[in-house]
């Protein structure tokens, strides 16, 4: 039983590359909104100024910092606290399971 296929149409290297990485992008940008909108309410409502979200990737939030005072007192002391409060904010939309904190000017 020697079927032939019918010959398929070729799909322009650009146009598979452009797709794939659309949807790469869609999936990526998303929780990163999420989690740049949750960290501004917390910073909101815990009187935290000078940070923003630089990634989250797998579960990992990067928090960049202006001030070293102010690294120093999230990483050593107020990690915890912002990061239940981060994981409450986003129960369902992202798992975020480790904050990190960097000095950072931008």
Not at 30 to 52: D, E, M, Y
Request: aromatic share 6%; glycine share 4%; with cysteine.
């Amino acid at each position: 039983m020697n079927s032939e296929r019918p010959p398929r149409k070729a799909v322009p290297i650009g146009e598979i590359l452009d797709a794939y990485l659309a949807e790469t992008e869609r999936s990526s940008v998303k929780p990163l909104s999420l989690v740049k909108g949750a960290w501004g309410s917390i910073c909101k409502t815990r009187h935290i100024q000078g940070t923003r979200v630089a990634s989250f990737k797998e579960g990992k939030v990067t928090i960049e910092v202006k001030s070293p005072p102010l690294v120093a007192e999230l990483a050593q002391f107020r990690r915890k606290e912002l990061l239940d409060a981060l994981q409450r904010a986003l129960v369902v939309d992202a798992k975020v399971s480790d904050l990190r904190f960097r000095l950072s000017a931008w």
